[in-house]
């Protein structure tokens, strides 16, 4: 079973502490938002933590995420990668059911 909460791999940590050196409350915010011709899509981008809001913290980088998209998020692994054929975070969710071909959208 998959540890509770959003765990974060080495690689996602530096780039998380590259795009937020030292910014006191902001972090990644990783929301899960309609859309897409799965149902559901990722949106990440850099925020400072809200009111209801689940702070996931691994050596000072931080992940933020609403408590809707908690819901979806539960158990999944940020991983972040910079290779020849594709950069940038990547979402190991256990709770995808189904996604697109494309691979931008899921269902749960």
Do not use: W
Not at 23 to 43: A, I, M, P
């Amino acid at each position: 079973m998959p540890a509770a909460g959003i765990q974060l791999s080495d690689s996602a940590v530096q780039k998380i502490l590259a795009l937020c050196p030292d910014e006191g409350d902001k972090g990644l915010r990783v929301k899960v938002v309609g859309g897409g011709c799965s149902g559901l899509s990722y949106k990440m981008d850099l925020d400072q933590k809200r009111d209801g809001d689940r702070v996931f913290e691994r050596d000072g980088a931080r992940v933020i995420v609403d408590r809707k998209s908690f819901l979806y998020l539960n158990g999944t692994e940020l991983d972040y990668s910079d290779d020849l054929m594709h950069a940038g975070f990547n979402l190991r969710n256990p709770n995808v059911k189904r996604s697109c071909g494309c691979g931008a959208s899921f269902g749960v």
